[in-house]
């Protein structure tokens, strides 16, 4: 039985190296595919980019200033951030991309720049949020009523 299962094998890997040695190889690598999807990976670098300026700017605000300026206020901003990511990292892009096969031309380039720029925009905007005091009226409204 092992006999017969060692011949097996042998017969495999002899077709295996015939196959290997027969077949041209092919150039589908990564960096033949990055040649091929110029456009798709500047899409997703662009998107990238946009939520690290926007994680920045949220990380930021909140830091300094609170909660209470920023972002969804007291609720879940991380949460939105993610949505809003998500969005832009796997929906803007795979839209553009089916617009284009679809012969879209020049209008689909706002499909797959709108989201990334909007959230830059966003995350610049957090990061100059400046949390501004506002003054006690309790005391003015007390001396008021004494005289």
């Known amino acids: 039985m092992k006999f017969a299962r060692w011949k097996e094998l042998e017969k495999l890997a002899k077709v295996a190296a015939l196959a290997l040695f027969c077949c041209s190889t092919a150039q589908a690598g990564p960096l033949d595919w990055a040649r091929h999807h110029k456009r798709f990976l500047l899409m997703e670098g662009a998107a990238v980019v946009g939520a690290s300026v ?55 380039y706002p499909l797959a720049c709108a989201g990334s720029a909007t959230q830059t925009v966003w995350g610049v905007h957090e990061w100059r949020i400046q949390h501004v005091e506002k003054p006690d009226l309790s005391r003015v409204v007390l001396i008021h009523a004494q005289r």
């Open 54 to 108: 926007h994680a920045a700017g949220l990380h930021h605000c909140r830091r300094v200033n609170g909660v209470e300026p920023c972002d969804a206020h007291y609720g879940a901003a991380w949460a939105s951030f993610g949505v809003v990511t998500g969005l832009n990292v796997i929906v803007m892009p795979s839209t553009a991309e089916a617009c284009w096969k679809n012969d879209g031309g020049k209008a689909c």
